[in-house]
């Protein structure tokens, strides 16, 4: 009998699983704004480039929306943002991670570091990476932000998108990237996009949803 009970509660188990699976559609969440509004002028730091991605890449990516841009110093020294946001909806696509993504372009892992940056008294989660190609060498700031979350590693992100949807039925994610080509000093150029972060990271808490 009671193998009978539990055979019953495993079997209506799998069925409200299979329901929810089925039943089970995620909110479209759009950004505060569109990414063609993001400022060309942030403090001291200008605008010098903009990039906008191919058909084929964004076949891959699938954000839905994104903005890819140089920022210039008042000091000359450049730096490259880019923001993937993915909505959650059916046409959004999931974030690569730039363990996988880098690699497959041709730059090898020198190190990673996962860490935290204060901020206005608030902790910001994120991965300080150095990767190299060919005699190039950059450093790569990243994390992926899920509202007030942010999250350095990808299983992590995992388990908060599948949290989210079943509570709230919303799986909105970004990736933030900040990039920054090493010479010869590698606290300073880690100093220089760290300031880049302090100084853009209001404006782009202003973008993505809550």
């Not at 704004?33 to 001291?44: A, L």
């Not at 372009?105 to 608030?122: D, H, P, R």
Request: hydrophobic share 35%.
């Amino acid at each position: 009998m009671i193998k009978t009970y539990r055979f019953i509660i495993v079997y209506l188990l799998l069925i409200t699983a299979i329901l929810f699976l089925n039943l089970h559609t995620d909110i479209a969440i759009p950004t505060n704004r569109p990414f063609s509004e993001f400022p060309i002028q942030v403090t001291s730091w200008q605008m010098s480039s903009q990039s906008e991605f191919s058909d084929d890449v964004l076949n891959v990516l699938k954000p839905s929306d994104y903005v890819s841009r140089m920022y210039k110093g008042s000091d000359g020294k450049t730096v490259n943002l880019y923001i993937g946001y993915h909505g959650g909806g059916k046409e959004s696509g999931e974030i690569h991670s730039p363990r996988h993504c880098l690699p497959g372009s041709g730059w090898y892992e020198v190190s990673t570091k996962q860490g935290s940056l204060a901020i206005n008294g608030k902790k910001l989660n994120l991965v300080r990476s150095i990767y190299q190609k060919g005699e190039n060498r950059e450093l790569f700031l990243y994390w992926f932000q899920m509202r007030d979350k942010s999250i350095t590693d990808e299983y992590s992100l995992k388990l908060a998108e599948i949290a989210s949807s079943i509570l709230s039925r919303r799986r909105d994610a970004s990736f933030i990237r900040v990039s920054v080509p090493l010479e010869t000093n590698e606290q300073l150029t880690v100093a220089l996009g760290e300031r880049f972060i302090r100084d853009f990271l209001p404006v782009i808490q202003d973008f993505l949803p809550k």
